[in-house]
């Protein structure tokens, strides 16, 4: 299923798309993930897990609006504070919790780039207008120039900067603007289905990248292995 001509702008999601995290879960780096004893983790009664770690994303989505990456810090050391209170039979101290945040916010080795990355970004430059239409926080900037990506696009649109997540209007309206592009024109390459119909409602043409461990379907979305695989859709 090829995409509608003319193509002049391709937006990226990150997460799945074009990074990935090392322990396969983006709330829990390998080093949080010895802290907090994963094979005890997982032992403990699951409700009870996904309540905690639902309590802590409720408390970060209400605090989503921020600019620094030290911000982000004190969030996520509030997170995961709240994570070893909900869990008190992990043991987790005061200081191992600080250590945990310090290590997710600024510690890039936690996450990598797909292989076929920055290969599909040079492919793209200069022929295409680049952006990146993501869900993240301001530590996102030192990981994608530690992993060579951030050069290669034109415009940045981060949830954090607007205070809300994809798949709310704001987010594709910000990026439309910043690439100065009809809509149709466009191009948005995304793991989850809710976030692309989000995008077709703004008159994206969405691409479903099925690069995750439990990918969606796609329905009636183009939809692609690997990041690589846009190469064959653009007309």
Request: charged letters at 25%.
């Amino acid at each position: 299923m090829k995409l509608q001509p003319p193509v002049k702008g391709i937006f990226f999601d990150l997460g799945w798309t074009l990074i990935a995290p090392r322990s396969g879960d983006w709330m829990l780096s390998p080093f949080g993930e010895k802290v907090f004893q994963k094979e005890k983790l997982d032992a403990l009664p699951q409700d009870r897990v996904k309540a905690a770690r639902k309590a802590g994303m409720d408390f970060l989505d209400t605090h989503h609006l921020l600019e620094t990456v030290e911000e982000e810090y004190a969030l996520f050391h509030q997170y995961y504070a709240m994570l070893a209170e909900a869990l008190p039979e992990l043991g987790v101290s005061a200081a191992a919790v600080k250590e945990v945040a310090r290590d997710h916010v600024y510690n890039t080795e936690n996450s990598y780039a797909f292989a076929d990355a920055v290969p599909t970004l040079e492919a793209l430059k200069g022929g295409y207008k680049l952006g990146v239409l993501s869900d993240t926080w301001p530590s996102i900037i030192p990981k994608l120039r530690a992993y060579g990506l951030y050069d290669f696009f034109d415009c940045f649109t981060f949830s954090y900067a607007l205070g809300v997540y994809k798949p709310h209007p704001k987010m594709y309206e910000d990026a439309l603007e910043k690439m100065a592009l009809p809509p149709r024109q466009t191009v948005f390459v995304d793991d989850f289905t809710g976030n692309l119909e989000g995008a077709r409602a703004a008159g994206i043409q969405p691409v479903l990248i099925g690069a995750k461990p439990q990918p969606d379907e796609a329905g009636d979305m183009p939809k692609i292995p690997s990041v690589s695989g846009l190469l064959a859709l653009l007309p």
